[in-house]
């Protein structure tokens, strides 16, 4: 275990806190941030939580120039009698040091940094909106700041955590979204860097969701890089598949994101005695299925929307529609058993949630 302490710096002014209904996702911060500083030779110091505010690094900084840059995303739930939930805070700091390991970042200690987290998140209890649908968004992120223009690993570091008030992400509901199968652009390939939270990964996408979005699209599936005929994910979402009575989602297999929701939902369906699988999922078969009539329902997952049911797919021109545009019955058991046990409305069997205190 580590031997720092963390020092606590308090802002000296309050931001008002906005309608939580009214919160576009990801542009309104609170009051503090936690910030954690690495150097070769010394290792992760001098944990801090400060006001929140804008950086100084020099424009040398190596996140800059060859984007050794890391994150995760997860939330924090207030219940019904007011306490604060992290859903499996622990996957998180493990995937990030996943993800770090891949960009040559060196590893946080996930327990102590499990600890800042929940300290930090603690102190801005009163930020964790209380509206259903509502949370408070937690982004931790590593980036490279030594000032060096040779390209390599950077010898110092800054890992942060920002936490962001977010509103429902279905404002009506759960909505079905049209769905483009991208067969020109890709995201990731086996051996790149696909299964880690890496900021390059999504400015790569951005080109193919644009034009996805041009033609009336929510967003972009991402098919294998090589043949351009399995099926990996969307955007920031897995995805799962309810063919003829069995869920199936596209196995990990090094360029896909290992989603805590796509996990959850895995054990949650076993749990439930529904079969699922993980395995290749080629598109051309997912269309024979759909044209014999058994794809029954769509989903992604992500902590973002948790599941975003899909009620169309597009690919080279054809035209799949899933459960006539509606929500299916698995999706919607799904996304209330998930959210329930998320802000404590139902029990959590599995040990998944963990109090703030
Ligand atoms: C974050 C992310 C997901 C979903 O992961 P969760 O842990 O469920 O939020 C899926 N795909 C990509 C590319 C992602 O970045």
Do not use: C
């Given at each position: 275990?580590?031997?720092?302490?963390?020092?606590?710096?308090?802002?000296?002014?309050?931001?008002?806190?906005p309608a939580?209904?009214q919160?576009?996702f990801?542009?309104?911060?609170?009051?503090?941030?936690?910030v954690?500083?690495y150097?070769e030779?010394?290792?992760?110091h001098?944990?801090?939580?400060?006001?929140?505010g804008?950086?100084?690094?020099?424009?040398?900084a190596m996140?800059?120039?060859?984007?050794?840059?890391?994150?995760?995303g997860?939330k924090?739930y207030?219940t019904?009698?007011d306490?604060?939930?992290l859903?499996r805070p622990d996957k998180?700091?493990?995937?990030?040091?996943l993800?770090s390991?891949?960009?040559?970042?060196?590893?946080?200690?996930?327990?102590?940094?499990?600890?800042y987290l929940?300290?930090l998140v603690?102190l801005?209890?009163?930020?964790?909106?209380s509206t259903?649908?509502?949370?408070?968004?937690?982004?931790?992120f590593?980036i490279?700041?030594?000032?060096?223009l040779?390209?390599g690993?950077?010898r110092k570091?800054k890992?942060?955590?920002?936490?962001s008030?977010v509103?429902s992400?279905?404002a009506?509901g759960?909505?079905?979204?049209?769905?483009?199968?991208?067969d020109q652009?890709?995201?990731a390939?086996?051996g790149?860097?696909?299964m880690?939270?890496?900021a390059?990964?999504?400015s790569?996408g951005?080109?193919a969701?644009?034009?996805a979005?041009?033609?009336?699209n929510?967003?972009?599936?991402?098919l294998d890089?090589?043949?351009?005929?399995?099926?990996?994910?969307v955007?920031?979402?897995?995805?799962?598949?309810?063919i003829?009575?069995?869920v199936?989602?596209?196995?990990l297999?090094g360029s896909?994101?290992?989603g805590?929701?796509?996990?959850s939902i895995?054990?949650?369906?076993?749990?439930?005695?529904i079969?699922v699988?993980?395995?290749r999922?080629?598109?051309?078969?997912l269309?024979r299925?759909y044209e014999?009539?058994?794809?029954e329902?769509?989903f992604?997952t992500?902590t973002?929307a948790?599941i975003?049911p899909?009620?169309?797919?597009n690919?080279m021109?054809r035209?799949?529609?899933i459960?006539?545009?509606?929500?299916?019955?698995?999706s919607q058991?799904?996304y209330?058993t998930?959210?329930?046990?998320q802000?404590?409305?139902?029990?959590?069997p599995?040990?998944w949630?963990?109090e703030?205190?």
């Open positions: 275990m580590s031997e720092n302490t963390l020092q606590l710096t308090k802002s000296e002014n309050q931001k008002a806190k939580s209904d919160v576009p990801g542009t309104t911060f609170t009051d503090h941030m936690f954690m500083d150097e030779g010394q290792g992760w001098n944990p801090q939580i400060v006001p929140y804008p950086l100084e690094l020099d424009p040398a996140v800059f120039h060859y984007g050794q840059s890391v994150f995760e997860l924090a207030r019904a009698d306490r604060i939930l859903f998180n700091l493990q995937r990030l040091n993800s390991d891949r960009l040559s970042i060196p590893p946080i200690d996930e327990e102590e940094v499990m600890a929940q300290q603690s801005e209890q009163d930020w964790v909106p259903p649908g509502t949370s408070l968004y937690i982004r931790p590593i490279s700041t030594e000032p060096n040779a390209v690993p950077s570091y890992f942060m955590v920002i936490l008030p509103g992400y279905f009506g759960l909505k079905p979204v049209i769905i483009h199968v991208e652009f890709t995201r390939v086996k790149g860097t696909g880690a939270k890496t390059g990964n999504y790569a951005y080109q969701q644009a034009s979005k041009k033609k009336g929510a967003d972009v599936l991402w890089g090589i043949e351009k005929k399995y099926i990996e994910e955007g920031s979402m897995n995805i799962f598949f309810k003829d009575g069995e199936v989602t596209p196995e297999n896909i994101l290992k805590v929701t796509r996990m895995i054990e949650l369906l076993r749990s439930w005695d079969p699988t993980e395995r999922v080629a598109i051309d078969e269309h299925l014999e009539g058994k794809v329902e769509i992604g992500g973002a948790v975003s899909v009620g169309e797919l690919w021109g035209k799949m529609v459960n006539n545009h509606e929500i299916g019955e698995l058991r799904l209330d998930v959210t329930g046990i802000t404590g409305k139902l029990e959590d599995f040990g949630v963990v703030v205190k």
